[in-house]
Every structure is written in C-alpha cells, then in structure tokens.
C-alpha cells in the first residue's frame, strides 16, 4: 500500500470523534478496512456508541501475538491553541495534527495497516494473530479501561504469549510501566448557617484531619523498583462546601498514585481504608472511600526474547541504538496481564512528545516507518521469511 494510501487510513480515523468514548465510529472504520482486505473481524458492544474491535489472521495452530490500542482520545484543551481545527488531521511540514494523531490513533492505524498490508501479500500466519482495539483507555472517571478489561474477561487474552501495545514512545523500546490507584475519600457533614455552626458538622475539618495522616503514611513509601522507581502518590483534586454563609455539609478528596510491585495495590488500600476508620472513630467523621481505579504495575524481563525482538527489529531499522525503558504512565496490559501474568508485553509506537496537548501531531515518516517495523516484527515472530 503506498503512504498516500496508508495516511488516507490515519486521517479517517483521527476525524472520527471520539474524544470521551463514541469508540463505535473508530470500530466500523476499521471493520469496513479489515472486511476489504479479507480479514475476519466484529464490533463488541461495551455500552452506547461503544464497541471493542477485533480481529483475527492465522491457522490457528501455532504462536499467538496479540496487537493492541485504544480508540478513545482526550479533550480537546483550548481551541484558540490549536493551530488547524483539532479534528481536521490537517498536513503540514510531513506533520499530521489533530487530537489522537500521537495518542494514539497512530499507533492503532499502524498495527491495522500492518496486518492489511501482510493479508493483501498472502502471508501464511502459522498461528494467531489478534488485533485488540480497545475503549475506555483515556476517558473514564471511574474504572477506566472497560475495553481491555472486557477482552481480558471475555478470554482473548488467555492463550496469547506476546503482547505489543502501540502507545507513544519514539525511539524507546518500553518493557514495563506503574501500575495505579485513583480514589475518593467523601466527608458527609450537616449545614447550618455559618452564624450558629455549633448546629451544624463541618464536612471539610474531619478531611483535613484525613488528608493530613494520608500524606504522614505517603511519606513511608520508599522503596524503590529498579525499573520504575518509588511510588508517586498525588492528591488531584480537592472540593467542598456549597456556599460562603453556611457550614459545608459535603467534602471530598481525590487522589492518583503510581504504584509499583514492591508496595502491592491491596496493601495501599488496607492502609487507605485504615485511617479513613481512624478518623470516623476519632472525630465522629463520616468518611467514605471510593475506589475508582485499580491498575497493576506491568514489568516484563528486558532480556525477555520479545524484547529482544522488537529492539533488534527497531534498531535495524533506525538505524542506531534504541533505549529499553520503564515509564510511570500506564497502558491497557494492567487489565490484560491480570488473566494471563506470563504474557510478555512490550510497547512501543510512533508518536511525539505532544500527547494530550494542543496542536498534537505524529510525524508521516515516522508512522509510515512504523507500519513497516510492525511487519517485520510479526513475520519474525511466526519465522515468516
């Protein structure tokens, strides 16, 4: 398939709008692409406008790789930023801009038109190979990921053994990443006009009591992952009260941590539900903790023959030394490594450094390169000369 062909595919997927869900679009865009080139595939509804993509190559008799990325895409920031309209994938200079170009709707048409282009040369795939688009990844509140967690309920993942997810890195071959905890700790109080607050409860004076020994126990977290470092905890989001005359009868915290497999998620959050008791008992509080996330730390040996593999593969393409690298962000294999731990998973994916910004774009050349190294991965994974 020739590049202009192949960024004709990118820009029909970064102008399809799904900033905070609406996945479905991106999953019949790719259906419609995959049918043509005579690959099996199907939607799997996840809730409205939503569905899961996949997609399958193979005789089914051999090693399994699976291919994954998501089809959701954050806000947009502020429009007056944005130099062409965010949704346009407008070309300039061999950029391509729009929200998702980098993150990471490149890397999703990637791994597709890799698998295409290998279908339309009549390559025998002795095995399986698996095409998992996912949602939910980027965009929800509570218990994000629903796309990878379904694949990994529904058993797509139980037999696969290799794991390449197309997230942003560049140049960087990433072979583990932290896990993460998102929660909210919620303080019910009573109002009362502020004149007589003795007939009221003040919903924030407990949380402050809270929020104080929650960062007496953070600073405890010090041991250290020597690919990932320590655990980084940060309270994001604070609010309370409702108006300035009257005793607050509502509160709430939010915290996002990065974890590591040396502090275990579960161990955070006995400590977390711990002191919550510990200030309901003390002060006569109503706190409340709401999970709202919960991620394990994906780690995968670097001398893990998959690593290898794509470092090699990247390498003699880019002709120079790619870096193995651990990340604190996180990626859809904390829900797919969970039914199958002896999953090596790598990630790796084209894409710049402006992920989530305004004025995102990826680089024609490099994503066309991508497309490229994505072949030769596949076919030396299945020993396809």
């Known amino acids: 398939m020739d590049e202009k062909r192949r960024d ?58 699976a291919l994954s990325g998501h089809q959701d895409v954050v806000k947009l920031g502020n429009l007056d ?3 062409f309209p965010p949704l346009s994938a407008q070309v300039s200079e061999g950029k391509m801009f729009g929200r998702g170009t980098t993150d990471m709707k490149s890397g999703l048409a990637a791994l597709a038109l890799a698998m295409m282009e290998l279908a339309d040369e009549g390559v025998k795939i002795n095995g399986q190979l698996k095409f998992l688009g996912t949602v939910g990844e980027e965009t929800s509140k509570v218990n994000h990921m629903q796309g990878a967690k379904r694949f990994a309920d529904d058993g797509y993942l139980d037999n696969v053994e290799r794991l390449l997810i197309a997230e942003p890195t560049g140049c960087k071959v990433v072979f583990s990443h932290k896990g993460s905890i998102t929660y909210e700790i919620t303080s019910k109080g009573k109002a009362a006009h502020s004149s007589t607050p003795e007939l009221g409860f003040d919903a924030i004076k407990p949380l402050i009591k809270y929020y104080e020994k929650q960062q007496e126990y953070f600073s405890t977290l010090n041991k250290e992952n020597k690919y990932l470092g320590k655990t ?37 959050l006995l400590k977390i539900k711990e002191l919550v008791n ?50 604190s962000g996180g990626t859809d294999a904390s829900e797919m490594r969970k039914v199958n731990p002896k999953m090596q998973v790598v990630i790796f994916g084209p894409g710049s450094k402006t992920a989530h910004q305004e004025n995102e774009y990826v680089e024609l050349k490099q994503f066309n390169c991508f497309i490229d190294i994505y072949k030769t991965i596949i076919k030396k994974f299945f020993s396809i000369n």
């Open 8 to 65: 004709n595919l990118l820009a029909e997927l970064v102008q399809a709008n799904t900033i905070g869900g609406n996945e479905q679009v991106v999953s019949e865009i790719l259906a419609k692409y995959f049918r043509k080139h005579g690959i099996n595939c199907k939607l799997i509804p996840i809730g409205k406008n939503r569905s899961d993509f996949y997609a399958q190559m193979g005789t089914g008799h051999g090693p399994v790789l």
């Open 81 to 83: 930023e944005w130099e």
């Open 232 to 268: 980084v905890p940060v309270v994001t989001k604070i609010e309370g009260g409702d108006q300035l005359n009257s005793v607050p009868d509502s509160a709430a915290l939010f915290v996002k941590m990065r974890t590591i497999p040396e502090i275990a998620n579960e161990q955070i």
């Open 278 to 327: 510990l200030i309901n008992d003390d002060y006569r509080a109503r706190l409340n903790l709401k999970l709202l996330g919960n991620k394990i730390p994906v780690i995968t040996d670097p001398n893990a023959s998959f690593v290898n593999l794509v470092k090699a593969v990247a390498e003699n393409r880019f002709q120079q030394e790619v870096p193995l690298e651990g990340i």
